[in-house]
Structure formats: C-alpha cells, structure tokens
C-alpha cells in the first residue's frame, strides 16, 4: 500500500528553531483514499510500501536552466554558479538540485529545483520517522496538469496559495490575503478561471503525472543519516537494511556447513579406505583359508563399515585379537564353514554353515564362554576386548 504525505507549508514569520514548537500539521492518506487526515508527527503512521510526500508548490520553484555540456560531476560543482542570479537568498542558505533529464526536454536543458535548505532539512527530520523503507519527496506541482487559462488555489486560514502551471518549466506560485483580489500576472490580462486545488486532484495526478516525478526525490543525503540515526527504516519487515545482517550470517552459516559436511564425507572417505585396508591385511594374514575368496571379504568390509557408521564408530579398535579369538573358536571346524564376517562395538558376529558342522563342532562352539547364539547360523563372538561395553 502506499502513503500519500503533504507536508505544511513553510511559516515565513518564525525562524528555523521555532518551526518545532509551531503546529506544522502534516496531512496523509493512502494512494486509494482522497480523504486526508491531519497530524502533527509522522512516527504513529501505519506502514506502507512505499510512502510519496509533495512540498507545497510555494515553497520549492522549479525553473528550467540550459546546461553546458560537461560532466555530470562538474555540473554538480558548477550549478549553484549558473543560477545564483535568480536566488532571492545566498547560496549556502538554499537547496539547488539538478532533476533528472525528462523525456521531452532538449539534452542540453534541465529543471533545478531551488528551496530553503533549512525548510528541506526540517522536512527531512519529520519524514525519517516513518516506518517505511521507499520515501519519495517531490515538488506538489509536479501532480497538477497543466492549465492555459486557469490558475489553481487554496486556502490556509487567512491566506490563499495561487500555482499557475503554463508547462512542466513554466510554474508560477505566490500567496495572498484571502481578502485580496487574485493578482493579474502577464499571462492573464483578465480575471483568471480559479481551479481549487484538492485533494483528488492530486490523488489523480499521481497516476496521470507518473512519468514527470517517478524519477524525481528531493531528499538530501542528511535524510539518510537521520534515519540511520533513529533506525526507523529496521522496523519494516522488509526493510533491506533489516535483513541483510541475518542474510550475510545465514550466507556464512550456509557456507561453513557445506564445508564442514564436505570435510565430514571425505574423513569418512578416508576412514573407510583405512578400515578396508586394516581389515584387509588382517584376514588375509590370520583366516585366509577360512574366508571364500574377494567376494567374501568385500562383504566383510561392506557390513563392517555400514555397522560402525550406524553406530558412530570411528572404524577402530581390536579386530586383529577377534580374529584370533575366533581362529581359536573354529580351529576344529572346516575352512569352508565360516560364510561372512561382520564386525561392530558389540563384537564380532560370524555367519556359519551349521550342515557341513558336526554334533560336536556345533556344540563346542556354543561352549565356548565368548560366543553367544544370535540365530541357527549367526553367532556373536564377545566380548569385545576394551570396547565390549557401551
């Protein structure tokens, strides 16, 4: 949604540190109401999207300047030189801006902006408040239309604010008493048709005038500052000061993890290839006769690597002194009894053909106090050296 803000009127009859005690009323709206509502400070706004304030025509002229053909930069230094002979107050006194470049002007002509600094900066004070991230401030003449034969009013108490507007660079303001006749000005030689100048006529004007202020904002860069200072553009949600801080830590976050977890696949990697190579080595030194070829040992390494990542094992421990154990345990069994092998903290568990067994082998191995029955054909062979208790 957006907010529609006008801001008072500039009270020539006080100074700039009076203006704060004075009851300089704001008036503002949303962009779909022509209802405004008055108030004196700006922080008890609702939030919007997007918020677009308008300085009264009378206290900001616009006049178009012809501009020499140099560098943006340089014509920023040069500027208050080219129009110092028009301002009715001394340079360091006034806001100059240089409006963007309109899609109808001649590139070698611009529309300056001219206003008291002090008036632009207490503006600027009021409007920081807001609880907005987009805040947008342009001359209010810039939403009448134009008119060749009508001069736009309105009053304030006992006085009434005249805007002729010939062409977007040809915009005349003035007040008078409201008892006083309107002034004749040189492009009326009569009585002048009176427009009132309300508030849906500037509602209508930001959809019908877009394409003459959309690229337009008066706001200085001490308006800037002012809101870092009260930190009244973090109380948006989606504020993009607001969310960069957690996005730049969500974005470091998101990056040491991936990195730790590529850290944790390759030690595993690495521990898996040293368990592989360990037991490896040892059954094929200690029970190469009893285990059935590659295929028998892949299983091995295989189950026993699948056990200790389940159990968050780091694929170490005693599995030579097991495979002696069990060498001792099978000694009077056949070399082809002995099926798979599969090793965890628990222990040892081997897989056996019980048909080719005897009675008696059978028998002497479930004697025996390590060996624990798991079903008919799988036996635990316990305990497991150091490790054997949880």
Known sequence: MRLIIRCPVRPAAYDAEDWSVQDLYFSWAYSNEAAFERVLDLDGLPVADSVLAMIPSIDVRLTELKVPAV??????????????????????DTSIQLLPPALNQPPDRRLVSVMNRDWLLWLSQKLAVINCEKIQLIPESMLLPVSDSGVFFQQEDTTIFYTLKKSASNIVCWSQPASA??????????????????????????????????????????????????????????????????????????????????????????????????????????????????????????????????????????????????????????????????????????????????????????????????????????????????
């Open 71 to 92: 560098s943006a930069k340089k014509l920023l230094q040069i500027l208050p030189m080219l129009i110092e002979d028009e301002l009715l107050s001394s340079v360091a």
């Open 181 to 390: 006749p309107v002034l004749v000005t040189e492009e009326h030689n009569a009585q002048p048709e009176l427009l009132a100048l309300s508030s849906a006529l500037l509602i209508n004007g930001i959809v019908t005038e877009k394409k003459s202020y959309e690229a337009v904002n008066l706001l200085p860069d001490e308006f800037y500052d002012y809101r870092r200072g009260r930190q009244s553009e973090l109380q948006h949600w989606r504020s993009r000061d607001l969310w960069k801080t957690p996005l730049n830590w969500a974005k470091y976050a998101t990056l040491t993890l991936c990195v730790s977890y590529l850290c944790y696949v390759l030690t595993l990697v690495w521990q898996d290839r040293q368990w592989q190579a360990l037991l490896h080595d040892a059954t094929n030194q200690l029970m190469a006769d009893r285990v059935d070829g590659q295929a028998s040992l892949t299983r091995l390494v295989n189950a026993s690597c699948l056990v200790a990542h389940k159990n968050l094992e780091n694929c170490d421990g005693d599995f030579e002194r097991q495979l002696l154990t069990l060498q001792n345990v099978l000694k009077d069994t056949p070399p082809q009894a002995l099926k798979g092998l599969e090793y965890s903290k628990k222990g040892l568990v081997f897989e056996l053909q019980t048909s080719i067994l005897s009675n008696t082998q059978r028998l002497a191995i479930l004697q025996d106090h390590s060996v624990q029955r798991i079903s008919s054909t799988r036996f635990l062979l316990s305990p497991y050296a150091n490790l054997a208790y949880d």
